[in-house]
């Protein structure tokens, strides 16, 4: 299997903060790098495919950058409603394992 | 509008079976590969395996082969989920999710259906 390793575990910041997660994974995916939002009591929401594509209806302010084994994820401004776990997930091989995710919480 | 809806809350003994299932609508069943994904309590999301509607090909993480069944039954659009033996550590929400690329595996999951809450206790 593919190893996904994402960092921070977890991290605090304000309203308007930069957010920067990555994640590294075990060998070359390419691009199949999906990010996902999850918050408590709702379903997965994809971010974010193939590294950078920003799936329809996601605003602007999550972007995605990397190939191979290093990718991130970055929230260029944060937003109330952006307070989540993130987890990215690689689809170059089955399984198509996640990462451990980085919960977002507020300052 | 694609719509994928899980079976409710089940409460399991120990050493029992259970099957949920996730019924899709709006989309060709047939034609994407629909996946199963485990979030334990208080931890992350797990891939569990997928099969494709179509002609029934399953694939398995090595984590769960021989512990789960994924099946489908493309008369009524629904693919299922067998956990077999319970045990207190199967306690979890199961979600089943579509891989939003006809045909490839080589995509996201963009539709999710809402979580279906195994309780395993005697």
């Known amino acids: 299997d593919i190893q996904m390793t994402q960092s921070p575990s977890s991290l605090s910041a304000s309203v308007g903060d930069r957010v920067t997660i990555t994640c590294r994974t075990s060998?070359?995916?390419?691009?199949?790098l999906n990010w996902y939002q999850h918050k408590p009591g709702r379903t997965p929401n994809l971010l974010i495919y193939r590294a950078s594509t920003l799936q329809s209806g996601v605003p602007s302010r999550f972007t995605g950058s990397g190939s191979g084994t290093d990718f991130t994820l970055t929230i260029s401004s944060l937003q109330p409603e952006d307070f989540a776990t993130y987890y990215c997930q690689q689809s170059y091989t089955i399984p198509n394992t996640f990462g451990q995710g980085t919960k977002v919480e507020i300052k | 509008e694609v719509q994928l809806v899980q079976s409710e809350a089940e409460v399991r003994k120990p050493g029992e079976c259970l099957k949920i299932?996730?019924?899709?609508?709006?989309?060709?069943?047939?034609?994407?590969?629909i996946g199963w994904v485990r979030q334990m309590p208080g931890k992350g999301l797990e891939w569990m395996g997928i099969?494709?509607?179509?002609?029934?090909?399953?694939r398995y993480s090595p984590s769960f082969e021989g512990l789960v069944t994924i099946s489908a039954d493309k008369s009524i659009n629904t693919t299922y989920l067998e956990l077999k033996g319970l045990k207190a550590s199967d306690i979890a929400i199961y979600y089943c999710?579509?891989?939003?690329?006809?045909?490839?595996?080589?995509?996201?999951?963009?539709?999710w259906g809402q979580g279906t809450l195994v309780t395993v206790s005697s």
């Open positions: 099969i494709y509607p179509g002609d029934s090909d399953t």
């Open positions: 999710a579509r891989h939003s690329i006809g045909g490839s595996v080589a995509s996201p999951f963009d539709f």
């Open positions: 060998q070359s995916i390419t691009t199949y």
């Open positions: 299932s996730c019924q899709v609508s709006g989309y060709s069943f047939t034609n994407y590969w």
